[in-house]
């Protein structure tokens, strides 16, 4: 089992779904992100196992960051072979997968 970092990205504006990380074995993940921005930013997460995430695949929908704030959704199970997604709808929002 993959433990640290799984995957991260700098998400681009416009809301286009980012592939953060496939999930190598069954675990525990925390997904964080970072508004490096001096504005409000919406941000979704998403789990799945097909190519793209289904609308039954968002843990996080839209969610407010504040200026400059953080969001971290701790303790996620996931199973061998999900994809993690992650977008926003502002550029500067950083993503980090990370599992142990």
Request: proline share 3%; net charge negative; with cysteine.
């Amino acid at each position: 089992m993959a433990s640290g970092k799984l995957g991260s990205a700098d998400l681009p504006a416009g809301g286009a779904d980012t592939l953060i990380c496939t999930v190598a074995a069954n675990q525990a993940i925390n997904v964080r992100f970072a508004n490096r921005n001096a504005v409000q930013v919406r941000v979704r997460l998403s789990i799945g196992t097909g190519a793209n995430p289904s609308s039954a695949d968002y843990v996080d929908y839209d969610v407010a960051i504040q200026p400059y704030g953080v969001l971290e959704d701790t303790g996620i199970a996931v199973s061998a072979g999900e994809k993690v997604w992650a977008r926003s709808d502002t550029a500067n929002v950083s993503v980090r997968a990370h599992g142990m």
